[in-house]
């Protein structure tokens, strides 16, 4: 069984606009594409051609309805490892591959000293580990810890590669540790929430919630200045005709 | 415990190479990493105007498109039966002087038995004009079964369209409004001005049968019919009008709504522009009480009214046309509200939010600008009402005048090129229609010889179609004829129909690139195979020899008599170039390149390279000096650089003049393409503060405009509330003018070439029995395959390998069906088999699914039992490509009547269970074909692994 670290310096997280995000999975595969070469290389892709296609992926968007009838609402759901504070997928790994990192927060694998027994994966309530098949190590999102710190690259590019990549703008990074964090004002402002809060794992990646909606059920009614139907066409016309015959200027 | 050592600051690239994406037709800027000689990570570049450093979803996934298994390897010469996939390899040179021998004998005897059809074509400029030096009239691209309503419906409107020609004011809108299907257009641009609306607090409103992408973060979706779209815009005019809510002083300084229009029962120039001696249009000067060229600026036109010409005759200004059409009860929320599929009180209720936000919430911004008549302005202000439409627009028979209808409510509402309005990119706006017309009249076709002009331009009137004495088209694809006079971008859908029925004439020779007519991009696939492999009595083909370039084994490939293997995208020269379809940003044009950042491994060559080529072989003028040398014998690149379209203007516009210090217009810089790579592979002008806005009557645009080309004159923008262009071929089928339609087409003419646009019942819906076909049927693309050819892409198919069919809950429950049911879906010609998936956001009279998802077994180098092939599904099965016998048997095309464009969602259908027998496949599949590339055996792809120096 592993350690959990006493305290982090810095709570590196994610923050995810349920409000923004369209499901276009820009940042899954972006997350694939760094992430198969990265420090968990390789993520393996089994049967890549055939009948049954899957492999391992860090971050998986899921879309899905919520409500019913007319307070339904479609919900994209970008689904990674969430980096909890006391996170069961650690505590139970026996050989201490799994582990968060006393920096930053980060949960991470070691691939050198796993022996990929899967207990974690029964263990995080959030499916957020993926289990590579061909390299027999489990694989989980490691907040891109090979881009956040890479003197190689730019410092705006610093940030995960799902952040990098979201077109809307819907993904944010940084310290949840920080009140004063540009992250920390956002989950403020926006109500942003904890997956499953109840089961104790303290996440630290946050969901901003879908803002209400702005249709008939919640707009202010403008006042109706003029009557609704047109009883008479032709007097509506002529309304219009006297309305519009005035002097314009080109 | 001590934590394990993590590398933390690994060099992602030996290189990053700048260059475009190809995985659609947004064209983003994207870097790529290139490390030990491979390509390790791709995304996006920061400085580039299309995605200002964000990537898609298929974007990302490109490496995997880049080393796809289903890429062709080298050229192949069929030796089976068409269709077979037998094939053999053969050298460059024998695959050259092939393709060279069977046009050559074309073009000596007969061009226009020769066709090039150019797909998802980005080199348009360049193909179109290669075809117009071989002297054929048969060019197009994919835009007849794309976008043409759009493009066709705006640039007769306002001289722009939305999309490639405009973008919402992103940084300014405060109401948004969505139309039909759009993820699949625009991709990272309109996901980038979502995310800002969202940011800013701006409404958006989507209008879409399908609550899927977009439409889910919208603040309000209304979930209309598919085809109604006109109907509720239509609705939303009526009440701008009933309430009094319209731009009057934008509409008498930029539109023709105060032109008088001729009222002259039976005349010859009835519903024409009142003109005076010098041909000038006419509005009344409410000052003068007079007469007046409607140019004038020192005048007060009247809006209402009628006046009596100099002749005596009575003239109306168009204005009143319009109210009196849009004022009618037809269009009224009560009458709409049913066949719409939502309710008269949100009718209104947008309308008036709308109006609100326009005449109430305007922008203005601090910037002085000079109109075209001289006058200066202290400030720009602008209505910020912004809106955009795509695809659920464009692809029904009713969309050219659905299309106007959305850009006739912007402008009633003042908020063309305006801030917070929709903007124009370069080279737009353009004068409304634009000036150049189509080439290839009959008598323009002659062995041997150029065509005089360019093939997909502007018709103006009946006098600018291609059609002979008789009324027969010059074009295998009847476009610019009585069938389909406004098909600005050509019919490519009905290339092969046509070629097969050889109606109007054979094809000896057809030339097809990157589009895949054998599978989803044909209507009635079933039909076109069998016009793919007709024979004459003789044993030939008819279709007599078909050559076909890809990157990809697609299933068109089997199909092809000889192929020319395409390089993938990450190999090769591109130009996308403001003589093309633009990637500019409404604060200035832009255009950009690809280059080879990595050499193809394969014996492969692209296919502008190739075309150049063969055009030298074949002696086209055009490709070939004087002494009978290749023109370019640097192929693309050369070509790039060197071409020049008219003096001045070549493929690019950044960097030109010797020293490379001109824009737009400037003699050939031999250095043209290393700037280029040094900026990035793209070029960006930027347009001073007061060109960027009003630019349809903006002086110093319009200037800078016609000094680089864009448009041939200064003259303001009009914008066509009243189509003038429309009313000429009205007449023409009322028996007026030299060129009249056939009797077969005079009341198909009268009643689509409507001056003013309306909205009336997509065609299928209205020629088959609706009892039998109750439910519309649609598809769209998800956001991470739009537009690219994802299914052989390992990650990608991970994502959707395998679609279904969408029903609403409510009707799922009318019919028995749950979900993961099997059932049938049947149209007036087939039907296919596949499973269900019920949700709440689908109006309950549409089901639809995901497009392009389903393969035929064999092909892109897949297993043949793959989820694509044996679980995906096409509609494309389901889709007429003729619409049914009328008019003395004659069969018109499943097309827009203006634009030709394809309607393939005016899909009608029903929807029944399958038996217990018959689930688990989908229905039809057809046997498999053979691919010249085998899918690969591995079991695993570990793709990334050498990248890992610590694990390897």
Redesign the interface.
């Known amino acids: 069984m ?2 959990l670290p006493q305290s982090t310096k810095t709570k590196l997280g994610l923050v995810i ?1 349920l ?8 940042c ?3 997350c ?8 968990s ?15 391992a ?1 860090l971050n998986r968007i899921h ?1 899905y ?1 919520v ?3 007319e307070t ?5 759901f970008p689904r990674s490892c969430l980096h909890c504070e006391t996170p069961a997928c650690v505590t139970v790994c026996p050989t ?1 591959a799994s ?1 968060k ?2 920096e930053d927060g980060i949960v ?1 694998v ?4 796993c022996i990929g027994c899967k207990l974690c994966s029964w263990a995080c309530a959030y499916g957020a580990r993926e289990y590579d098949y ?2 027999g190590v489990m694989k989980k999102c490691t907040l891109c ?2 881009r ?6 730019p410092e ?2 610093r940030v995960p ?1 799902c952040v ?7 993904r944010h990074f940084g310290d949840l540790g920080d009140a004063t964090s540009d992250v920390s004002k956002l989950v403020a402002e926006r109500g942003g929430y904890d997956l499953l809060p109840e089961m104790g794992f303290k996440p630290v990646n946050k969901y901003l919630p ?2 209400p ?4 059920s919640t ?1 202010a ?2 006042a ?3 009557p ?3 009883a008479d ?1 032709t007097s ?2 002529e ?3 006297a ?8 | ?1 001590r ?2 050592h ?8 030996d290189e990053i190479k700048k260059t475009t994406c190809y995985m659609c037709a947004c064209r983003c800027g994207i870097q790529v990493h290139l ?1 030990d000689g491979q390509v ?5 570049n ?1 400085d580039h105007p299309v ?1 200002k ?9 490109g ?1 995997m498109q880049h080393t796809a ?1 289903s890429r062709l390897r080298a050229p192949l010469l069929r030796v089976g039966e068409r269709g077979s996939g037998q094939f053999k390899e053969i050298s460059w040179d024998e695959a050259l002087k092939t393709a060279t021998d069977w046009m050559a004998e074309v073009r000596a005897r007969d061009p226009k038995r020769f066709a090039l059809y150019t797909g998802r074509d980005q080199s348009q400029s360049l193909t179109g004009w290669w075809a117009m030096q071989f002297g054929t009239p048969n060019f197009a691209a994919h835009g007849g079964f794309c976008s043409v309503n759009m493009a066709a419906g705006g640039l007769y409107t306002f001289g722009g369209s939305f999309w490639e020609f405009g973008e919402p004011d992103w940084e300014h809108t405060k109401y948004f409004m969505l139309f039909g299907v759009a ?1 699949d257009h625009g ?2 641009p309109i ?2 001005g ?3 609306l ?2 800013r607090g701006a ?1 958006v409103v989507s209008i879409n049968p399908i ?7 919208a ?3 209304i979930g209309v019919k598919p085809g109604t779209d006109g109907l509720f815009v239509g609705a939303l005019i009526h009440e701008l ?4 809510q ?1 731009d ?2 934008y509409l ?2 930029y539109t023709n709504a ?1 032109h008088l229009v001729i009222q002259d029962t039976g005349a010859k120039d009835d519903g024409l522009f009142a003109r005076n001696a010098e041909g000038k249009i006419l509005s009344w000067d ?2 003068s009480n007079a007469l007046a060229d409607a140019m ?10 009628e006046f009596t010409l100099h002749d005596g005759r009575k003239a109306v200004p168009a ?2 046309l319009m ?2 059409r849009y ?3 037809e269009y ?1 929320p ?1 009458t709409v509200a049913k066949e719409v599929g939502t ?1 008269a ?2 009718i ?2 947008i309308a ?2 709308m109006a ?1 936000v326009a005449f109430k919430e305007t922008v203005t911004l601090d910037i002085p600008w000079t109109d075209w008549a001289g006058r200066r302005h202290e400030k720009i202000v602008g209505r910020p009402v912004a809106m955009h439409a795509m695809r659920g627009i464009s692809a029904h028979s009713n969309g050219f005048h659905t299309c106007r209808l959305i850009h006739v409510l912007q402008i009633l509402l003042g908020t063309i090129d305006v801030p917070g309005g929709f903007r124009y990119k370069a080279p737009f706006p353009k004068h409304a229609p634009p000036g150049n017309k189509p080439a290839g009249k009959h008598e323009q076709i002659k062995p041997n010889t150029p065509l005089p002009g360019m093939h997909l331009g502007f018709v103006h009137g009946p006098e600018d179609l291609l059609v002979d004495t008789d009324g027969r088209p010059s074009r295998l694809d009847k476009a610019y004829s009585w069938d389909a006079p406004i098909a600005a971008h050509g019919l490519m859908h009905m290339a092969i129909t046509n070629a097969g029925l050889g109606d109007p004439y054979p094809i000896d020779v057809m030339f097809l690139y990157m589009a895949n007519m054998a599978w989803n991009s044909s209507m009635n696939i079933a039909a076109t195979l069998d016009y793919l492999t007709a024979k004459n009595p003789d044993g030939t083909y008819k279709i007599g020899k078909i050559i076909y370039s890809d990157a990809y084994s697609s299933e068109m490939v089997a199909y092809a008599d000889l192929i020319l293997p395409d390089t993938t995208y990450l190999e090769r020269y591109d130009c996308i170039s403001l003589l093309d379809r633009p990637i500019s940003e409404p604060n200035g044009p832009a255009d950009a390149i690809r280059y080879p950042v990595v050499k193809p491994d394969r014996n492969v060559r692209g296919f502008q390279d190739v075309l150049i080529d063969l055009g030298s072989r074949l002696n086209l003028p055009g490709f070939t000096n004087a002494d009978g040398t290749a023109r370019y014998p640097g192929g693309y690149p050369d070509y790039i650089v060197n071409h020049e379209r008219s003096p001045g203007i070549g493929p690019l516009a950044g960097w030109r003049g010797k020293d490379g210090d001109t824009f737009g217009m400037g003699e050939v810089n031999p250095k043209q393409l290393d700037r280029y790579i040094e900026n990035g592979a793209f070029h960006l002008h930027h347009l001073k503060p007061d060109q960027r806005y009003y630019k349809h009557a903006n002086k110093g645009y319009l200037e800078f405009a016609k000094s680089v080309g864009f448009v041939g004159n200064t003259e303001p923008i009009i914008f066509q509330l009243y189509s003038e262009t429309l009313q000429k071929f009205r007449l023409a089928a009322r028996g007026h003018g030299a060129i009249q339609p056939p009797d077969s087409h005079r009341q198909r003419i009268e009643r689509f070439f409507d001056p003013l646009p309306y909205w009336y019942a997509p065609f299928e819906g209205t020629m088959i029995d609706q009892a039998a076909f109750p439910m519309h049927a649609i598809t769209q693309r998800p ?2 395959m739009y537009h690219s050819w994802g299914s ?1 892409n ?6 959707h ?1 395998a679609n279904r069919l969408y029903m609403s809950r409510e009707r799922g429950a009318a019919l028995g069906i749950v979900d993961d049911d099997w059932v049938w879906i049947t149209s007036h010609i087939g039907r296919v088999k596949c499973q269900v998936k019920l ?3 689908v109006n309950r009279d549409t089901v639809w699914t995901w497009n392009a998802i389903g393969k035929r077994s064999g092909a892109w ?3 043949k ?3 694509e092939a ?1 679980q995906g599904f096409l509609l494309n099965h389901l889709i007429a490509e003729l619409l049914p016998p009328r008019e003395g048997g004659y069969r018109y095309s499943n097309s827009d009547p203006v634009t030709g464009q394809a309607a393939w969602y005016d899909l009608r259908v029903r929807v029944e269970k399958a038996s217990a027998a018959e689930q688990g496949e989908t229905s039809p599949r057809y046997e498999a074909i053979t691919s010249p590339v085998p ?2 055996t ?8 050498s ?2 120096k ?2 390897t």
């Open positions: 592993t350690a606009d409000d923004t995000c369209v499901g276009c999975q820009a899954a595969t972006s694939k594409e760094w992430n198969t070469g990265g420090y290389a390789p993520l393996s892709d089994m049967d890549p051609y055939g009948k049954d296609p899957h492999g992926w879309g309805e409500g019913n009838g339904s609402r479609t919900v994209h201490g582990y990192r006393a991470l070691n691939p050198d000293t061909a390299d810890v090979d956040i710190y890479n003197e190689h690259l705006e590019d590669a990098r990549a979201c077109p809307t703008g819907a879908p803002r909606k702005r249709d008939g707009a009614q403008p109706p200045s003029q609704v139907a047109i066409p509506a016309l309304r219009v005709f309305w519009a015959d005035r002097t314009l200027s080109r | 415990m934590e394990a993590v590398a933390t600051s690994v060099s992602p690239a490390k390790r990570y791709i995304d996006g920061r995605n450093g964000v990537i898609c979803g298929k974007g990302a996934a490496i298994p993820e991709s990272n996901k980038i979502l995310g800002k969202k940011k409404k609550r899927t992408g977009y439409n889910a973060i603040d309000e979706w009008f009933r309430t009094e319209i009057l002083d008498v300084r105060a409410r000052t004038r600026t020192d005048i007060s036109p009247a809006l209402v009214g204005f009143r109210a009196e004022l009618s009860s009224a009560e309710t009180e949100t209104r209720r008036a939010e609100h956001m991470a052989q390992a990650w990608l198919r991970q994502i390998a949700m709440d956001g180098a897949l297993d039992d793959a989820p044996a899918a690969p591995s079991a695993v792809s570990n793709f990334g692994r990248f890992n610590e694990r």
